[in-house]
């Protein structure tokens, strides 16, 4: 058993690494510290300004070597365990790239909260293609990955590299940031409201009157690079008014948070899991038993930088 860092070049053929049978990676979730909307694209899409960060709430999958042909997932949530999910089309994609036919089980073992704007499928997705370029060691430089991870879904590039970042566009094109955290946000408190919230709902019904010039982001990706205090009015997102609109769980979920003692509540992505930033532990960990106690789904966990050695073979 050992552990491996990941890469994004490899041999300059697919070998399979056939000292391990079974690999295991962790799929880290995500919160948006911003989420700028700038308008409406031709394609259909809304073109964004994010700032994104990973979070130490995770997923674990196990991708095993079968004999079966192609590739079936087996998800600690029953409903995830079909063809849909993106882990079997992000395996799929790696074995039509290089033309292979070798089977694969993926274990899922979910903790993400699922539809929650948390982007666990994004992740999932994103540790498959990298787990199975190392492991496959397949001659796959940055720009085809972020172009496979793309085709999958717009948050999928990010999560290649995970971390502090800015995204644009649809999300695909990602500007790493220097992993600076503010003291004033070193907890963060994660809570999921009961329901999901369907993300292209969310963006039909956003009117142009929501739309921004992305100073927000803008101004927060400048006080990162400074290694300064974030002002909380620049925590914006774009598509909270209608999501609060919406949901009216999701409001009656903020407003708790608030009356807990929470210093401000933002959504992550779509929703509906909102965020609370805590400088101390005790302080996030009074507001998270309060908060259970009412009933929520809580999460308390901080920020993280994946270097690429959580992954252990067998």
């Known amino acids: 058993m050992h ?4 890469s994004h070049a490899q041999n300059a053929a697919p070998q399979l690494n056939e000292a391990a049978s079974s690999y295991f990676v962790r799929s880290y979730a995500k919160i948006n510290l911003t989420l700028d909307v700038l308008g409406k694209r031709a394609d259909g899409y809304h073109e964004l300004v994010t700032v994104m960060q990973t979070v130490d709430l995770y997923d674990t999958l196990c991708l095993t070597i079968t004999e079966e042909d192609g590739v079936r997932v087996i998800c600690s949530r029953p409903e995830l365990s079909n ?19 070798q089977g694969l089980i993926i274990e899922l073992y979910k ?6 704007g948390l982007g666990g499928g994004s992740s999932n997705a994103a540790a498959v293609l990298l787990a199975l370029q190392q492991w496959w060691r397949l001659p796959l430089s940055l720009p085809d990955m972020l ?5 999958l879904g717009s948050d999928v590039p990010f ?20 992993p600076h955290w503010p003291t004033s946000m070193r907890w963060l408190l994660l809570l999921k409201p009961a329901l999901g919230v369907s993300t292209a709902t969310v963006f039909h019904s956003l009117p142009a009157s929501d739309y921004t010039d992305g100073t927000c982001s803008q101004a927060v990706c400048t006080a990162l ?13 774009s598509l909270a008014r209608g999501v609060l609109e919406l949901y009216p769980e999701v409001a009656e979920a903020r407003e708790a948070l608030l009356r807990a003692g929470a210093p401000c509540v933002r959504l992550s992505g779509s929703g509906p899991t909102l965020f609370a930033p805590f400088s101390l532990l005790d302080t996030a960990t009074r507001v998270q038993q309060q ?9 308390l966990t901080c920020t993280i930088h994946p270097n690429g050695v959580d992954v252990t073979f067998f």
């Open 225 to 237: 690079a400074a290694k300064g205090e974030l002002h909380l009015e620049h925590l914006h997102n």
């Open 83 to 101: 063809e849909e999910n993106l882990v079997v089309r992000a395996a799929q994609a790696m074995r039509r790239s290089f033309s292979l036919t």
């Open 159 to 178: 999560f290649l590299r995970g971390g502090l970042a800015v995204c644009e566009g649809r999300g695909e094109r990602i500007t790493p940031l220097a």
């Open 291 to 299: 908060l259970h106690a009412q009933g929520y789904e809580v999460y």
């Open 3 to 6: 552990n491996a860092p990941m």
């Open 147 to 151: 172009a496979m991870a793309a085709s």
């Open 111 to 116: 903790r993400i909260p699922v539809a929650a």
